[in-house]
T-cell receptor, first 111, second 112 residues
Framework: SQTIHQWPATLVQPVGSPLSLECTVE??????LYWYRQAAGRGLQLLFY??????ISSEVPQNLSASRPQDRQFILSSKKLLLSDSGFYLC??????????FGSGTQLSVL | EDQVTQSPEALRLQEGESSSLNCSYT??????LFWYRQDPGKGPEFLFT???AGEEKEKERLKATLTKKESFLHITAPKPEDSATYLC?????????????FGQGTILTVHP
């Protein structure tokens, strides 16, 4: 069966520090991968998606970037965090014709 | 631009008190309306996908229905374990299967 791993679960970072969140998927090949953000009191917003290794599409302009170095690995990064980057970050995956599955999320607090 | 609006923002029920959550959407050519359940601090868990007006899906105490403008999530005789945030999302034509537009969610609290 397919599983998605996302870590860390909680992260507290100072403003201006770098960020790296990692997500891996098991049990499937060539999935579409997604990073969503859920700000307090707001709905989920799609940040990036990838349909293959090295292929990244950005949905909103922001301080973050994404990379997909391996088929089932998706990384969310920032060189310098802003206060506005705080939120609940969710990695997700899907394959054509199937539903979207979410990871357990990372709660990021930028102080 | 695709839009999804959920109401109410929060709903408090007594155990056994049935009710409905609403999801109104604006999208050209719906390619799926999705309901998810999210527990605090967790990722959303898939509940239902609806594709066409008139379609209904059921799972335990939950029943989702779809019209051309909105979807309802009916909760029959809820239990405290049904307490969660319920999210509605839509997929537009020509988009990747996981590119969903989400509503703000309805926070459901069921008191024993």
């Amino acid at each position: 069966s397919q599983t998605i791993h996302q870590w860390p679960a909680t992260l507290v970072q100072p403003v201006g520090s770098p960020l790296s969140l990692e997500c891996t998927v098991e049990g499937t090949s060539n999935p579409n991968l997604y990073w969503y953000r859920q700000a307090a009191g707001r709905g989920l917003q799609l940040l990036f998606y990838s349909v293959g290794i090295g292929q990244i599409s950005s949905e909103v302009p922001q301080n973050l970037s994404a990379s997909r170095p391996q088929d089932r690995q998706f990384i969310l990064s920032s060189k310098k965090l802003l206060l506005s980057d705080s939120g609940f970050y969710l990695c997700a995956w899907s394959v054509p014709g199937k539903k979207l599955f979410f990871g357990s999320g990372t709660q990021l607090s930028v102080l | 631009e695709d839009q999804v609006t959920q109401s109410p923002e929060a709903l408090r029920l007594q155990e056994g008190e049935s009710s409905s959550l609403n999801c109104s959407y604006t999208v050209s050519g719906l390619r799926g309306l999705f309901w998810y359940r999210q527990d605090p601090g967790k990722g959303p868990e898939f509940l239902f996908t609806l594709y066409s007006a008139g379609e209904e899906k059921e799972k335990e105490r939950l029943k989702a229905t779809l019209t051309k403008k909105e979807s309802f999530l009916h909760i029959t005789a809820p239990k405290p374990e049904d307490s969660a945030t319920y999210l509605c999302a839509v997929r537009a034509p020509g988009t990747s299967y996981g590119k969903l537009t989400f509503g703000q969610g309805t926070i459901l609290t069921v008191h024993p």
